[in-house]
């Protein structure tokens, strides 16, 4: 595909249930990331692979949150037990890892609102 | 976790004047970029300067970016409707693939 896309676009849960949203980077990037957006805020940092490892997990707001990649493509973020807190719009991003620079390409993002 | 601060938080100009939004840092960078972000969704990024730069174009827009205050401005020229977006800072720090986003600035440009 052309850009990142995010899967799916919408969802709503119920308080206590566990979601997966999914990302599908650029193929060929190498670097994936997570962030959340909460309503009227700025993106708050949750998780970075670099391949299928994740090297940088500070963001992740609670052992709730759990994240996984493989084959260096798909990613899938996992959250447990979501609470109404939880409701924020997932955004996922890649680059193409080369020296000194980090543009980001970002997908369309998963709007999760927890009832 | 660190942040950008940007300002103002919220500007609205008139169709044809130009824009300027600023962000300020607090580590040293690598780089600083600038996204944009329409109705909430994915982010498209904008132009990215690096530490060692002063100031940058693409388009209509330009980057400064002062190491020493560290701040940085984007200014967009004769603005358009369809400028109106939010506006995003993000620093990129040596040795750490993590972007760390500001606030934003939301521009409203009144045809």
């Known amino acids: 595909g052309a850009g990142v896309s995010q899967s799916p676009s919408n969802k709503v849960t119920e308080k206590g249930k566990d979601v997966e949203l999914r990302c599908d980077p650029i193929s060929g990037h190498t670097a994936l990331y997570w962030y959340r957006q909460r309503l009227g805020q700025g993106l708050e940092f949750l998780i970075y692979f670099q391949g299928n490892s994740a090297p940088d997990k500070s963001g992740l707001p609670s052992d709730r949150f759990s994240a996984e990649r493989t084959g260096e493509s798909v990613s899938t973020l996992t959250i447990q037990r979501t609470q109404q807190e939880d409701s924020a719009v997932y955004l996922c991003?890649?680059?193409?890892?080369?020296?000194?620079?980090?543009?980001?390409?970002f997908g369309p993002g998963t709007r999760l609102t927890v009832t | 976790s660190q942040q950008g601060e940007e300002d103002p938080q919220a500007l609205s100009i008139q169709e044809g004047e130009n824009a300027t939004m600023n962000c300020s840092y607090k580590?040293?960078?690598?780089?600083l970029q600038w996204y944009r972000q329409n109705s909430g969704r994915g982010l498209v990024h904008l132009i990215l300067?690096?530490?060692?730069?002063r100031e940058k174009h693409s388009g209509r827009l330009r980057v400064t970016l002062d190491t020493s205050k560290k701040s940085s401005s984007l200014l967009i020229t004769a603005s358009r409707a369809a400028d109106t977006a939010s506006y995003f800072c993000a620093e990129s720090n040596f040795g750490n693939e993590k972007l760390t986003f500001g606030t934003g600035t939301r521009l409203t440009i009144i045809p």
């Open positions: 991003a890649s680059s193409l890892k080369f020296r000194d620079s980090t543009e980001q390409y």
């Open positions: 300067i690096r530490s060692n730069e």
């Open positions: 580590t040293s960078i690598n780089n």
